[in-house]
């Protein structure tokens, strides 16, 4: 499968060297308006040709696959002209800048009968993966709910995210649009579909634009709960604290299944004190357990061998409208459904 990618930003380095690692994979070729992010990037990772136009690097390189990996307020013109193309494309989140535009780009692509994934890697974080086999396995019994409380500890002081993000700062939607869009899409692929949301938010950090802590309760159709804790000032016990960014609890009638900020996964049984350690596979790789090479080789399996896809933009639909009506929740000091 011929790949090409577009951008060469902090968080491409774990897109490239996953795709390296696919011995059915070819990156052909990259695109960047800066020339010399796009040289360092290309010797690197070994791609042999580089643009700075999105168009002629399609025309001229017919890939298979397109790869964004770029800010929101490129994306829409971006999955046009693939969509031009007719290239398949995997695109970064957060995704586009709004609503709004995340249907347009939808719109775009079906009426090109062209497939658009979004790049949301939680959900193939391995302990989440593991999390849903416990799950479908009934381990746990009737679910009650689910509570993440996010830990990173990196948004601290005049410093804050420069030396990786630095954009973080200036962005006015922040904890939500960014991070907890990851953990409201986990939510999802645990308990179902969202019917209910209320939230209160709060900058702690006086330097950044935008919310950087706050509260976020979700109620699912099927009566089950979802509680997502998040402040990036405060940090976890771990021995690298952007592992699982924060630890979660998975709590039903039978059992309650712990994730640890190492990326252990514990039971422990109703009515008992001792836990016990789930055993299961996973590379401390990358980024997240690996999860960038999980998901991209999931697209890339799909594309190959027509099986199922998981995140076609379509779906990951329903996380924007969870994150519209969270900030609204905020806004209007009430519980909103969806």
């Avoid at 479908?136 to 990786?164: M, T």
């Avoid at 779906?315 to 900030?327: F, G, M, T, W």
Wanted: aromatic share 8%; glycine share 8%; net charge negative.
């Amino acid at each position: 499968m011929r790949v090409a990618t577009v951008g060469t930003g902090y968080f491409s380095q774990f897109q490239y060297e996953a795709w390296n690692r696919m011995p059915d994979v070819d990156l052909v070729a990259l695109c960047n308006r800066g020339a010399e992010g796009a040289r360092r990037v290309a010797e690197t990772y070994g791609v042999p040709a580089t643009y700075s136009d999105l168009a002629e690097m399609l025309a001229e390189e017919t890939p298979d696959l397109l790869d964004i990996i770029t800010p929101p307020v490129t994306h829409l013109a971006m999955i046009r002209t693939a969509a031009a193309h007719k290239v398949p494309i995997i695109c970064q989140k957060p995704f586009c800048q709004n609503l709004e535009e995340a249907k347009e780009a939808i719109a775009v692509c079906d009426k090109a009968g062209v497939l658009l994934v979004v790049h949301e890697n939680f959900r193939f974080q391995p302990w989440h993966q593991q999390a849903k086999a416990v799950i479908e396995a009934g381990e746990l019994g009737d679910l009650y709910q689910a509570s993440f409380r996010l830990r990173p500890g990196d948004g601290q002081g005049p410093e804050a995210y420069l030396d990786r993000q630095p954009y973080f700062q200036k962005m006015e939607r922040f904890l939500v649009h960014e991070t907890a869009i990851h953990m409201i899409d986990v939510f999802r692929f645990l308990l179902g579909e969202v019917e209910g949301v209320y939230a209160r938010l709060e900058r702690l950090n006086p330097v950044i634009a935008g919310e950087d802590a706050g509260i976020i309760l979700l109620d699912f159709e099927n009566g089950a709960r979802g509680l997502f804790d998040g402040n990036r000032l405060a940090d976890h016990a771990a021995e690298n604290r952007r592992l699982t960014m924060g630890e979660m609890l998975v709590e039903g009638s039978k059992a309650v299944l712990r994730l640890d900020g190492d990326g252990h996964l514990f039971l422990r049984r109703h009515g008992h004190n001792a836990e016990q350690e789930v055993a299961y596979a996973w590379e401390n790789r990358g980024f997240g357990g690996d999860c960038v090479y999980r998901l991209q080789r999931h697209v890339v399996d799909h594309l190959l061998d027509g099986g199922p896809v998981m995140n076609r933009a379509s779906d990951y639909l329903a996380n924007l409208r969870i994150e519209e009506a969270v900030y609204d929740s905020h806004r209007e000091g009430r519980r909103l459904r969806l």
